[in-house]
């Protein structure tokens, strides 16, 4: 069995799970380049010659487990040695083989130029250069996770990043190298916009007196409590990727949490399947990048909304779920992760057939946020 893991894979690693390292752009060229001479030595071979399949860490539920760390209390999706491949000789996957190689090629040459490019940019280039291929975002998303797995190393070290969209406010100064420090508490509602270049937030010296982080689901709603100061009567730090969370939200939101190991991180999201998703993929990572989710994952607890905070809500304000929320629903139940508290939440939202969004805690005042947040935390009504 050892014997077939370390021939199936180009780049060897730790059997008990699978990763993505952080390589320099030199490391990063050299294992393309042997993925290059490992497919032409297949093509030349005199006695068989074929074109070679590429190897790809499988990206699914089934080769999905959760691992706990053993000196902290956060748990991460991780990924084992289970492979799927890219063939050109399957009808069904020719294009997508091809894919990773131009990605590949793209990535070689960003890398030599010494340049880091959004994957907005990639996809431009890459629909300009070969627009068989590429002729939407996600065909560019999914190659560079399939070259992810192919030479095990992270998206960044390819010189590849996604658009931060992310902003943090409150009780937080930030601190680059040779730049002026920034004093999160003396911003505007919109707040710090965070950056995807992880290389500048992985450099950023952080400080803080806040006792809490809170993440938000939605922009709005940030700006809401940016806009009453709550980090001035709560001592703590507002951050969100508005929306489903980006890396370089997860990313800043770790550094956090490893820099401050006693702070704890409270999540603030609609009471719907997409909003305990996006507590889980803070909270877990994703399994479609499995690969590097140990990296961001933090100990995010739920604060709300819940089951317990309806009788809060107007029965005018739920809202019927939608056939998208129960296919979440169907996929976050079916997941090995999830928690029995989350689980019961979830189970609740589809016996109901019910929705209700954090904006429909208005019905009490525009100022009722702020304490009904404060309120549960002190009380320590968090899962």
Excluded at 114 to 143: I, M, T
Excluded at 323 to 341: C, H, T, V
Aim: proline residues 3%.
């Amino acid at each position: 069995m050892a014997a077939d893991v370390a021939a199936a894979s180009l780049f060897g690693a730790d059997r008990r799970l699978c990763s993505a390292d952080i390589l320099a752009p030199a490391e990063v060229r050299a294992r393309i380049e042997v993925a290059v001479l490992n497919f032409l030595s297949a093509l030349a071979s005199p006695t068989s010659p074929a074109i070679s399949v590429l190897p790809l860490i499988s990206r699914t539920s089934a080769n999905c487990s959760l691992r706990s760390s053993l000196l902290s209390d956060v748990s991460s999706v991780y990924l084992s040695y289970a492979f799927c491949k890219r063939s050109l000789m399957r009808e069904n996957n020719a294009k997508a083989f091809v894919r990773v190689w131009k990605v590949m090629e793209m990535c070689y040459k960003i890398l030599g130029e010494g340049k880091l490019v959004h994957q907005r940019e990639l996809f431009y280039k890459l629909l300009s250069d070969s627009p068989k291929y590429f002729s939407c975002q996600s065909h560019v998303n999914r190659a560079i996770q399939d070259v992810v797995s192919l030479l095990r190393c992270t998206r960044q070290s390819l010189g590849v990043m996604a658009s931060g969209r992310g902003s943090l406010i409150g009780r937080l100064v930030l601190h680059e190298p040779d730049e002026e420090q920034i004093d999160c508490s003396i911003l505007g509602a919109s707040g710090h916009a965070i950056t995807g270049d992880l290389n500048i937030l992985s450099k950023l010296n952080l400080s803080t007196d806040a006792r809490y982080i809170i993440v938000v689901e939605k922009d709005a709603i940030f700006q809401r409590l940016a806009e009453d100061r709550l980090y001035n009567q709560l001592p703590c730090i507002l951050i969100t990727a508005k929306g489903y969370p980006d890396i370089a939200t997860r990313f800043i939101l770790h550094r956090l949490s490893q820099t401050f190991p006693n702070m704890p991180i409270f999540a603030l999201v609609d009471w719907n399947p997409a909003g305990l998703a996006i507590v889980c993929t803070y909270k877990y990572g994703s399994i479609s990048m499995g690969l590097e989710s140990y990296r961001y994952a933090c100990n995010v607890k739920w604060l709300g909304l819940r089951g317990d905070d309806l009788q809060l809500i107007p029965e005018s304000a739920f809202q019927e779920l939608k056939p998208r929320d129960l296919q979440i629903a169907k996929s976050l139940l079916s997941s090995k992760f999830l928690q029995e508290s989350h689980r019961s939440e979830l189970t609740l939202m589809v016996e109901t057939g019910k929705r209700a969004e954090i904006e429909a805690l208005y019905s009490h005042g525009f100022g009722f946020l702020g304490k009904y947040i404060a309120r549960k935390i002190v009380q320590g009504d968090y899962i």
